[in-house]
Nanobody, 115 residues
Framework: QVQLVESGGGLVQPGGSLRLSCAAS????????MSWNRQAPGKQRELVARITSAGSTNYADSVKGRFTISRDNAKNTVYLQMNSLKPEDTAVYYC?????????WGQGTQVTVSS
């Protein structure tokens, strides 16, 4: 069994910053890619940022230059630094890990950008 615990969401004003964390534990033998995804009300879940085990990254066009994904392999943790936040970034953010045994999702953390 694998558990993903997300933290760092909350309410922030436009232009502000937040840092999300997602720690994986349990029967993890090898994590390949780790990613952050988000789902706004009435919209489909979308990929925000992804990082491979080698450290290669890719981002949604809407967050390039503002968000940075990173990972600590020793801690099985992935981070998302979000700067210059906009109201349209408001969503539930989910982490996802791809392992040799399967794909796992976190429970989601709410990010609200509002003045």
């Amino acid at each position: 069994q694998v558990q993903l615990v997300e933290s760092g969401g909350g309410l922030v004003q436009p232009g502000g910053s937040l840092r999300l964390s997602c720690a994986a534990s349990g029967r993890i033998f090898s994590i390949n890619a780790m990613s952050w995804n988000r789902q706004a009300p009435g919209k489909q879940r979308e990929l925000v940022a992804r990082i491979t085990s080698a450290g290669s990254t890719n981002y949604a066009d809407s967050v390039k230059g503002r968000f940075t994904i990173s990972r600590d392999n020793a801690k099985n943790t992935v981070y998302l630094q979000m700067n210059s936040l906009k109201p349209e970034d408001t969503a539930v953010y989910y982490c996802k890990i791809d392992t040799v045994l399967g794909v796992y999702w976190g429970q989601g953390t709410q990010v609200t950008v509002s003045s």
